[in-house]
């Protein structure tokens, strides 16, 4: 049974993906604060905080090998660039792609490296595609599209694939603490107007870690109803 590692799946995009992967027979060890309140023989549990590092470190040196990480744990408030505080700026930079980054560098080099194989995919957004009324945000998802990129062609020769996906707004239980105003003027930027559903995320993250040929790697896959060509 092929074995996938996902951050942040206890809600949300998150738990979409994961029940996606038990559907298809995965063994699915989900790694983030709150507990899912969902439950299936093939789940795994492990609580940690992706604002402490030592904790992720610690959690895939107990998991061991596994075939693919899927980093979708994500920080995101309602500021202004120019309100953050810097406790805010740690916050979302260190959970959006310092330590994303840091736990895919440290997976491929200390367990994909070793098996000759793997693939990386990570949830980053179409703010880090072309930028987002928070300013931080968008820089912090257009690092983490970029360190994709970058560990694609760092680590192509031990077999090791990375992706990235860049939803645009999505159905979800965050979508809903959003404004009503707000949430129609993202509908609107859609060629359809309607939202991307977290179920099409998931669809579109299992093709990549099971079925994406090997000859792809480093891309980004737009899913936003054409929020980024409008």
Not at 151 to 170: C, D, E, K, M, N
Request: charged residues 15%.
């Amino acid at each position: 049974m092929k074995k996938v590692v996902i951050t942040g799946a206890s809600q949300g995009i998150g738990q979409a993906i994961a029940q996606k992967f038990l559907d298809q027979h995965y063994e699915v060890h989900n790694i983030s604060r709150h507990v899912p309140q969902y439950t299936h023989a093939h789940l795994h549990h492990w609580q940690a905080d992706m604002l402490q590092y030592k904790q992720l470190k610690s959690v895939i040196e107990q998991i061991g090998r596994f075939d693919i990480l899927i980093n979708n744990a994500g920080y995101m408030n309602t500021l202004t660039a120019s309100s953050y505080t810097w406790d805010e700026l740690y916050n979302i930079m260190n959970v959006n792609l310092i330590h994303t980054m840091q736990l895919s560098i440290d997976v491929a080099e200390n367990v994909f490296k070793t098996q000759q194989s793997g693939r990386i995919i990570s949830i980053a957004s179409i703010a880090g595609q072309i930028g987002h009324p928070d300013i931080w945000y968008g820089i912090s998802k257009a690092g983490l599209i970029n360190g994709m990129r970058s560990l694609a062609r760092s680590h192509a020769q031990y077999h090791i694939q990375t992706f990235s996906i860049a939803p645009g707004p999505v159905e979800t239980q965050m979508m809903q603490k959003i404004p009503i105003e707000r949430q129609k003027r993202l509908k609107e930027a859609t060629l359809n107007q309607q939202f991307c559903q977290a179920q099409e995320i998931a669809d579109m993250a299992f093709w990549l870690a099971d079925a994406a040929p090997n000859c792809l790697s480093g891309e980004v896959f737009d899913l936003n109803n054409g929020v980024n060509y409008r």
